[in-house]
């Protein structure tokens, strides 16, 4: 297996990363859902199952902010990164050399293979919003459409060291932290209702309206609420382990203060933790069901909902390992022999890779797959899983190689000093 380490260290814990699970998870939804599956083709008796198959893609990356905003808020909170000079270019620079090597690679190998119109001369201006993370999925020329919500992170990214330095200067409670939450959450709920109504009164339908896709679904502020959660989870998840190591930056006045509620007393972890998963499979049902009926729900009610269950899968699996989570043994046989339920985390540690590679990959091999299924008159729903079958594959092959060949080389850089 080509992404394991092979330095496991018995004395650490072995379990399963399940922030890096659901990322994996969340990426396989979106393949999942850019496959088009069929309407009416998967049935059990008079019982239509083909909405199973609709996986809400927008619900999928909405979970990939959330995690991210968590991710990015812990570096600084941990002490990782200082709100300095050095911290902060510290911070850059990790995120460049994570991001930009396959992000670029991407939008070179996308750009001659699937989509060579976009390198003539008369497109090189929408090459350029995409190699500055400007693109908002609404381009006139084809392109990787999934490769928006890279711009919408990047354009996070630029503002955490901002994020985290007014949060500490001005969230010095936990009951501050909850209000900010709170005003986030609903604010950017009611700034999605009315927007959309907005544009269904000018423009009569938000149905493949560029107009929604600007200003309400790729937008960064208008996806703030996913990162910051995240992000604001981690002062609260501090308090419950401050006293146990000097490496978090204060846990001091404004950190002990924001007294947590998750602290696992009453439920217990393992009680909380069947609930995140719960929670995460009836979103990922409803939100499928919404998409299959046409609702305007999947686009208004479930970014919140996404939210609200992001954030307690995040704080249920972390709130009493968030600082030990990162000492947990790194993947590898020896740690897959032992637990073999790791074996999702691959998933996680490719998801960047496929995520970038399925789209131009179903734009080449979809025709194809297609003009052969209807030689053999294959059904659609089995004309849907040779394509969501070659697609994975593919992609996955793909993540490989490019983990490999691109994505290693940069951590082993960025680790230099």
Known sequence: ?????????????????????????????????????????WQWGAIDLSWLLFAPGGVAVRVFFGLSGYLMGKGFYTGRYRCDR?????YLQNRATR????????????????YPHSLQPENWHYLGRLLTFTYEHSL???????LWSLSTEVQFYAIVPLVFWLSRRFLKTGRSVWR????????????????????QWLRGSTENNPDFIRYIYTLMPANLDAFLVGFWLNPL?????????????SPTDWGARCSSPLSGRGWGWPTQRAIAITLMIGLYLICAAWKYQGSDWVLLVAPTL??????????????DRYLSSSHNRPLSRSTLRQNPRRAWEILGVLSFGIYVWHYPLLHLIGPAIAAQAAAQSLSPIA??????AAVLGGSIGLAGLTYWAIERPAMAWRRRP
């Open 140 to 146: 006139p020329i084809a392109f990787n459409a999934p």
């Open 86 to 90: 050095p911290g902060i270019g510290r």
């Open 306 to 319: 996404t939210v609200l269950v992001t954030g307690w899968f995040i704080a249920a699996f972390e709130g």
């Open 237 to 249: 998840l501090q308090t419950q382990t401050a006293t146990q190591s000097p490496a978090i930056a």
């Open 180 to 199: 900010a939450m709170a005003i986030v959450a609903i604010g950017l709920a009611a700034y999605r209702l009315g927007m959309f109504e907005l544009i």
């Open 99 to 114: 991001i930009l090597p396959l992000y670029y690679a991407a939008v070179l190998l996308s750009a001659i293979a699937a």
């Open 383 to 388: 004309t849907y899983g040779l394509r969501l």
């Open 1 to 41: 297996m080509a992404v394991l380490s092979r330095s496991p260290d018995p004395d650490r814990p072995n379990r399963v990363d399940a922030l890096l699970t659901l990322r994996g998870l969340a990426c396989l939804a979106v393949v999942v859902a850019h496959c088009a599956p069929p309407r009416a083709s």
